[in-house]
Every structure is written in C-alpha cells, then in structure tokens.
C-alpha cells in the first residue's frame, strides 16, 4: 500500500512538472524565448548564440548588421530572399503585428527566419530551428532588454 502511495504521488507530481521558456536577448533590439526542454547547452559567441541537445546542433540565434549601403530594410529583405530562394530552399513570408517583418527559408527540416526590427532597422535577427519548433520560437519573438 506504501508503494501504491509513492507511486501517485510521483505520477502526480511529474504532471505538474512544466517546461520552461528561457528568454535569450542578443541585443537591446531582439529577445527570443526557447523551451528549456530543447536544449541542454548554449555556446555564446560575439554575435551567435548556439544550442545544444545532448551534443548535437539544435539551432542558433544571430544578429547581424544591416549594410549601410542598403537604401531601405524593405530592399533589404527582398534582395535576402531572392538570395536565398532555390531548387532546395523555399522561402515564406513572416508577418508580425508587434513590428517586426521578414521572412524563412526552409531548408530540409530546418528553418531560418531573417527579422528586422521595424523601430531599429540597423540590425537583422537570423535564427534557425527545427521545422516543428520554429512557429513556437518565432511567435516569442519581442524588443529586448
């Protein structure tokens, strides 16, 4: 009967166990939340964050610079997906209502979504994730800290 006990009470507790959203800001312009169960380990570099499962690649999160040259972020993005479109890679429009446009690019099952900042359009966020995790990740996206 003890044992019976035990059992539900850690079959009860284990339901109430939660994932958790870490909140990663790679700039004052971009904040992204990923579920804590994706990743075990973060590799930070200057400007890319890596995840890790286990050892194995899970995605990145970057931000880059956009070219002075460029004569507006709309340009920008066009002249980006029309770079990135291809036999393998298919290209999808991102819209956001909380000022952020862009696009993916799907490559196998990875996609890569390519953001600007609509109020700091001096720098693109790249992030990169599985195919089932990318809607979740890019829909977190927000202004950072």
Not at 93 to 114: E, H, I, M, Q, V
Request: hydrophobic content about 35%; overall charge negative.
């Amino acid at each position: 009967m003890k044992f019976i006990g035990i059992a539900i009470l850690i079959f009860a507790l284990s339901g109430c166990a939660s994932t958790k959203s870490i909140s990663l800001s790679p700039s004052q312009e971009y904040a992204v939340s990923v579920q804590s169960s994706l990743f075990d380990t973060l590799r930070i570099d200057s400007n890319e964050t890596s995840l890790f499962r286990n050892g194995k690649f899970i995605g990145f999160i970057r931000v880059e610079p956009v070219p002075r040259e460029i004569p507006s972020t709309s340009d920008f993005l066009s002249k980006l997906r029309s770079d990135s479109e291809s036999e393998t890679v298919e290209t999808n429009s991102l819209s956001f209502s909380s000022g952020f446009k862009g696009f993916s690019a799907k490559y196998r099952n990875y996609l890569t979504g390519y953001l600007v900042n609509e109020e700091h359009p001096d720098s693109i966020l790249i992030f990169s994730f599985p195919e089932e995790e990318f809607d979740k990740i890019a829909g977190s996206i927000s202004p950072g800290i």
